[in-house]
């Protein structure tokens, strides 16, 4: 069935969490599996751009999708973070009644918790929730402590990785542009080729359409009409590290019944930075990569952290950024439609539509019943091959005793220098991202990888060294065009 060229059994459009985590399922089994990803490296779409949390279930109508797979999905987050060496944290979270007109969508989230099954939920008066975070506002609070937060970048480019060395190709840089079924019952996806400005075709029994943004464009060019894409972006301030432990849990607001996201809140990031947002903003279809932030928007954020954080001061901010919901409701509506996860009527395309929040918390679950419908179309035979964990070092030399430090530098003195002072992360880290698996070679894929230009310099300090690095070591001959270069190629 298949020639051993680029021949399929599963193609999935998209390389972000979800792309990434079906694409690590199916690489356990003995057929020929391949990923489209229109940027030059995975998780650049909505994967990189939200709050980073695994929710625990409380939030999501009983019965539906978006609830089943987000208590499941976030069970299963111990064990692929720790094939992966992904880092996770159960921090728990407060979801704050501030008076009593909070109290019934309070009691609200607590029954639809109880009717999902989150489990070890409490309600909690201010004492209590004191005890937890102190100086915490608020007359009651639902504890939930499978809450927990994790670097969404770090999980989607783990979950690749893993798939590359599982035998997975990644097709990056490579934007779909039309899909047909032929006479044999099989798809041919035409793409054009971002590294040679020609085009590629990529056959396949099985197509899984998990271009989130794009989904509905996706969709549409095999004729499935049903459901448009409304994309409601999230803007979120990043406040210095300086902050670490003044925020214990994650604090969030009773979400209104039609808010069309979970209120602005206060989260951890697993590298320490704290995160404020997102605001819930529709935008129109024809901007749904437009990441802008806004001064109306950051204002409103910059009040809000105040109001949760009082000890806030100007210096603490030290970027913002955006995210866009691939909303399945218009503006008009507002609120969340469940997540589409079928196969269509035309048999062998299965569509991943609307995959908003949680969907980072799901992507686990939603690749294991996408497994299943794949396996409709062929037999999925366990390869006795499959290596779980992710090869390398999979921990931050900058979280390692000190004495573990002194025998890998000496081993590999690379090990023994510092490009970015802010994050510490030193030369064998970034030369580890640098030649990646997936061959991904951009700056943006570089920081993602490392956390080098991360902190609070924003680059500086080791941008120079990087460059420096690039062209020694490397071969690279580019010039450093802010803005641009990251979204270039680097040749190497
Ligand atoms: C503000 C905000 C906050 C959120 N917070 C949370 C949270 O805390 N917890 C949680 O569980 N979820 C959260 N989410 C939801 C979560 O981020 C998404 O559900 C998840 O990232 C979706 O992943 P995906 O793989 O479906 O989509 P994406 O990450 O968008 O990936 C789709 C990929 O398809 C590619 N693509 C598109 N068109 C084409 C084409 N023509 N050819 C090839 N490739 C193409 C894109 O480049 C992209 O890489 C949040 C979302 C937002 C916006």
Not at 202 to 221: E, P
Request: charged fraction near 25%; hydrophobic fraction near 35%.
């Amino acid at each position: 069935m298949f020639d051993g060229g680029r021949t399929y059994g599963a193609v999935i459009i998209g390389a972000g969490v979800v792309g990434c985590a079906v694409a690590r399922e199916l690489s356990r089994y003995d057929i020929k599996t391949a990923v489209i990803e229109k940027e030059p490296d995975v998780g650049w779409g909505t994967s990189c751009r939200n709050s980073g949390v695994l929710h625990s279930g409380i939030n999501y109508r009983p019965g539906t999708r978006r609830a089943a797979l987000s208590v499941s999905g976030n069970a299963m987050m111990d064990a692929v973070c720790s094939d992966l060496g992904v880092s996770l944290r159960r921090t728990g979270k407060l979801t704050i009644a501030l008076d009593e007109n909070d109290l019934p969508g309070l009691e609200k989230q607590y029954e639809q918790g109880k009717a999902n099954g989150v489990p070890g939920m409490e309600l909690l008066d201010n004492e209590a929730m004191r005890r937890i975070q102190p100086g915490v506002e608020g007359i009651l609070g639902l504890w939930t402590p499978t809450s927990a937060i994790i670097s969404p970048y770090g999980l989607t480019i783990a979950l690749a990785e893993n798939a590359r060395e599982n035998g997975v190709d990644f097709y990056l840089s490579n934007e779909v542009t039309s899909i047909r079924k032929n006479s044999s019952g099989v798809f041919e996806i035409i793409t054009r080729d971002g590294a040679t400005n020609g085009q590629n075709t990529v056959k396949t029994i099985a197509l899984v359409n998990s271009a989130g943004l794009y989904s509905d464009a996706m969709s549409r060019m095999l004729g499935v009409d049903e459901g448009v894409i409304y994309p409601c972006r999230g803007e979120y301030f990043i406040l210095d590290r300086r902050l670490e432990g003044e925020l214990r849990t994650l604090l969030y607001p009773v979400p209104g019944p039609n808010d069309p996201g979970l209120g602005i809140h206060l989260t951890l990031t697993v590298d320490g930075n704290i995160l404020i947002g997102p605001s819930a903003d529709y935008i129109p279809g024809d901007r749904r990569e437009d990441y802008s932030t806004t001064a109306p928007v950051l204002y409103v954020l910059r009040r809000e952290g105040q109001r949760l954080l009082p000890s806030l001061g100007a210096s603490d901010y030290i970027r913002n950024f955006s995210g866009n919901r691939p909303k399945q409701t218009p503006p008009e509506i507002g609120g969340n439609a469940d997540f589409t996860i079928e196969e269509t009527r035309v048999s062998g395309f299965i569509r991943l539509q609307g995959i908003e929040s949680p969907g980072l918390t799901s992507a686990p679950a939603i690749a294991a019943e996408v497994r299943g419908m794949v396996a409709r179309h062929m037999e999925l035979r366990e390869k006795e091959n499959f290596v779980p964990r992710r090869a390398g070092l999979n921990r931050r030399f900058a979280d390692m005793p000190n004495g573990e430090k002194i025998e890998l530098s000496r081993a590999c003195p690379d090990y023994g220098e510092i490009i970015c002072r802010c994050e510490n992360v030193t030369k064998k880290e970034v030369r580890d991202a640098i030649e990646n698996p997936l061959g991904a070679r951009t700056l943006k894929g570089i920081k993602y990888r490392s956390r080098a230009m991360m902190g609070r310099c924003q680059s500086g300090f080791c941008l120079p060294r990087i460059m420096r690095m690039l062209r020694e070591d490397y071969g690279y001959r580019g010039k450093y065009v802010p803005g641009l270069t990251e979204r270039l190629d680097i040749p190497l």
